[in-house]
């Protein structure tokens, strides 16, 4: 983000604001929020928490009873309705395409309201449905006649068309199957890491938030915010039992996808490959390994064999113990060597290259090694952040969810 | 006697030729359903927006529908006399009980998330009713304006109650006057014929204004629940419920 925008804080401050409907229910209770510039937040919570509402009062389709919100440091109140709405992308569930539209035209719509000449805009829609990952043989076919993820990516295209600089996206990925999410998760962080909008995610899932949220506002029933922090942080330290509830089981496990495998120690040692040499074989299990991993001649993993029953010989390919799912050194977390040391018959987990060749072996003993030692590391960044913070002045009474970067 | 026996000689009296028949008869019931959709669509669009209208709308013209058109016709001649104004004055009342609902169920019927997405994307009221709800109608319009045309149709021939104002109706009250039953078969058909081919003119321009409607069952089937659908039809009045009018 250039200097000059920064002049204002972030791009989008939401300053107390509280809505009460006539019959007398708070939807959102005095909340707010600095969302912070270029990033994903995830509003969280349970239904009739109120995340829907305060997106939606963030492009004025619901007005708030009090307080303010800041775009730029200019209320939106200020702004022609429209005119705000046309400058924020707007993602819904079941993505809200217009049937009697074709896909080009259901992309370029803002473009068009915006005046952009029908060929301009058709050459752009045709450009997003590539960066969203659609075949552009789509663009002249009705929504009826694609799956729901596909809808869905159109749906993210047509809010990405005028290229605005705030995203709102509400329950985007909820109706599609978990596979399909997966991707069309994967897919938005690819495409904000090329664009870096400040994007507002509305979800109910907290693996979804914890995901793709660079920083999460777990929102409780009411609408009154329980924690606003990195997700890391989250489930390192929930702020109360409500969050820590929300959070679910599994929630120290879960905090080992925010630590990389990097630093795991592989063993090389006891990689074999099919063809070894009875003194290759000798020495691969010298220093009492019990297993030894067999590998092709790529050095692909195949499977583990007995130490013992190796001695004369890698014992044929069907007779190998299963290897489980290698994990990506370096790119995969420590969840993930956990998960695939706790899948393995052996116990061991195997490490791997980005072309899946056989990097080393790591126990689970050595494994929780490192996650203590990342713990450890993870706690005195935390302190060494708190003292940081302390010691600017003024940042104390606003800054009690302060904004930290995810290692 | 005039003009011979056979199907298509007509008696003088009526002053038109066959073709001149269908001419009128197809003014005189093509006009009101015209009017009849241009007069419900604002009242439907007031329908949607203002939801307590709706039901006493509905119960007026519903109240309207049930006036023979005999007695609305004899009613109407003080103000514009013996003329295919007095005809088609009914008829454009007639067709606003089948097409005031189509439209307003058609409007409501798009998925709210459709409009919810409008809405974000900055169209405003107008827009959004002209550029996403009517055309997300079109539909169900279709399907109340093929009801409407038939019973128009069909409605036209009793114009000949009130001094031979019905189109080809009018070969009815000579096929009585002459006892030229022929011309009774003649006026029945063409009738039938009209009204059969004017809806399958409906449905063309109905598949020409909507390519994105899922086409045959099977694709309707994959996009049901996607795509807007056909509200229920109210029931299309047959020949012989519009002649005992």
Redesign the interface.
């Known amino acids: 983000m250039p200097d000059s925008e920064r002049a204002f804080g972030p791009l989008i401050q939401i300053d107390a604001i509280t809505k009460r409907y006539a019959d007398g229910t708070v939807a959102v209770d005095a909340l707010s929020l600095e969302v912070p510039d270029g990033a994903v937040t995830v509003l969280v919570g349970p239904s009739g928490c109120g995340k829907t509402t305060t997106l939606r009062m963030v492009?004025r389709?619901v007005e708030p009873t009090s307080g303010r919100i800041l775009l730029d440091g200019e209320d939106i109140s200020r702004r022609p309705?429209?005119?705000?709405?046309?400058s924020?992308g707007?993602v819904?569930?079941?993505?809200?395409?217009?049937?009697?539209?074709?896909i080009a035209d259901n992309i370029a719509?803002?473009p068009r309201?915006l005046g952009r000449d029908r060929k301009g805009a058709r050459a752009a829609a045709l450009e997003l449905m590539e960066r969203v990952g659609l075949d552009t043989a789509l663009a002249k076919r009705?929504?009826?006649q694609l799956s729901g993820g596909q809808q869905q990516r159109v749906?993210v295209a047509?809010a990405l068309a005028a290229d605005p600089p705030v995203l709102?996206m509400d329950e985007p990925f909820s109706a599609v199957d978990p596979i399909v999410r997966k991707q069309l998760q994967e897919e938005l962080l690819r495409i904000q890491e090329e664009l870096g909008k400040t994007i507002v995610f509305v979800t109910h899932d907290i693996d979804e938030a914890i995901r793709l949220g660079d920083m999460v506002a777990v929102l409780r029933t009411g609408g009154r915010l329980a924690q606003f922090a990195p997700p890391e942080e989250l489930l390192s330290h929930p702020a109360d039992a409500f969050v820590e509830d929300f959070l679910g089981a599994g929630r120290g496990v879960r905090r080992l996808s925010f630590f990389s495998s990097a630093g795991l120690e592989l063993a090389a040692g006891p990689i074999v490959a099919e063809d070894a040499t009875a003194e290759q074989i000798a020495a691969a299990g010298a220093d009492g390994t019990p297993y030894l991993l067999v590998t092709d001649a790529e050095r692909r993993p195949l499977g583990w064999a007995e130490t013992g029953d190796a001695a004369g010989g890698v014992p044929a390919r069907e007779r190998l113990a299963p290897h489980g799912r290698p994990f990506a050194v370096g790119r995969e977390s420590l969840r993930d060597a956990l998960d695939s040391a706790v899948l393995s018959p052996t116990g061991w987990a195997v490490g791997v290259d980005a072309a899946g060749r056989a990097v080393g072996v790591v126990s689970q003993q050595a494994i929780g090694e490192a996650i203590r030692t990342a713990h450890a590391r993870a706690g005195a960044g935390e302190a060494a952040a708190r003292r940081e913070k302390e010691s600017v002045p003024g940042e104390g009474a606003a800054g009690t969810h302060g904004i930290r970067v995810a290692p | 006697m005039s003009g011979g026996n056979g199907y298509f000689d007509l008696p003088s009296d009526l002053q038109h030729s066959y073709a001149g028949l269908i001419g009128i008869h197809l003014e005189e019931s093509l006009i009101p359903v015209a009017a009849g959709l241009a007069l419900s669509l604002p009242i439907a669009q007031a329908c949607v927006r203002y939801r307590r209208l709706y039901p006493p709308v509905l119960w007026i013209t519903t109240v309207l529908y049930a006036i023979p058109s005999i007695a609305f016709f004899v009613f109407l001649i003080d103000y514009t006399g013996v003329s295919q104004t007095t005809v088609e004055i009914p008829l454009t009342v007639y067709s606003l009980v089948i097409l005031v609902p189509a439209i307003v169920d058609g409007v409501r019927s798009v998925?709210p998330?459709?409009i919810?997405?409008?809405?974000?994307?900055?169209?405003?009221p107008v827009r959004r009713y002209l550029t996403?709800q009517l055309?997300?109608a079109?539909p169900a319009i279709f399907a109340g304006l093929r009801v409407a045309t038939v019973s128009s149709v069909s409605l036209v021939s009793l114009g000949v109650a009130i001094g031979n104002q019905g189109g080809l109706g009018n070969l009815l009250g000579d096929a009585v006057e002459y006892q030229r039953y022929n011309l009774a078969v003649t006026s029945v058909v063409t009738v039938a014929v009209l009204a059969i081919v004017l809806d399958g003119l409906l449905i063309g321009l109905r598949l020409l204004l909507?390519?994105?409607?899922?086409r045959g069952p099977r694709?309707a089937r994959?996009?049901a629940g996607?795509?807007?659908a056909e509200p229920a039809r109210p029931p299309a009045p047959t020949p012989l419920e519009g002649a005992v009018r």
């Open positions: 492009n389709m309705v429209t005119a705000l709405r046309r924020m707007y819904i569930q079941n993505a809200g395409l217009f049937p009697h539209r074709t719509t803002v309201l009705y929504p009826y749906g047509r709102l | 998925p998330e459709t919810t997405a409008a809405e974000a994307m900055g169209l405003g996403v055309p997300l079109v909507t390519p994105w409607l899922p694709a994959r996009a996607a795509a807007v």
